[in-house]
């Protein structure tokens, strides 16, 4: 569990198919591994179809709980602000 929980913290937000083939783990043994870490509130998992070349593609997508990644580098947009009058 902590080899998913450790490639989330620098990956963030993936699909349960993308953690198995990154962490070389049994697609099976992630979904059970998955929702231990839910369970335990360390994960939030929800169901997600994308579609891929037209045919749908169901997963679990996988965030962890709390986790606010850090900023990227580079400029950032300032905030418009309203005139005033």
Same mark, same amino acid.
């Given at each position: 569990m902590?080899?998913?929980?450790?490639?989330m913290?620098?990956?963030?937000e993936?699909?349960?198919?993308?953690?198995?083939?990154a962490?070389?783990i049994?697609?099976?043994?992630?979904?059970i591994?998955?929702s231990? +870490?839910?369970a @335990?509130?360390d994960?939030?998992?929800?169901?997600?179809t994308?579609?891929? &070349?037209? /045919? *749908?593609?169901e997963? +679990?997508?996988? @965030?962890?709980?709390?986790?606010i990644?850090?900023?990227s580098?580079?400029? &950032?947009a /300032? *905030?418009k602000t309203q005139?005033?009058?």
């Open positions: 902590q080899t998913i929980l450790k490639y913290r620098a990956r963030g993936q699909l349960d198919a993308e953690i198995a083939a962490t070389r049994p697609l099976e043994d992630v979904r591994q998955l231990e +870490l839910s @335990r509130g994960v939030i998992v929800c169901r997600s994308r579609y891929i &070349k037209g /045919k *749908p593609s997963g +679990l997508l996988c @965030r962890i709980a709390g986790y990644p850090t900023a580098p580079g400029r &950032k /300032k *905030p005139p005033e009058f």
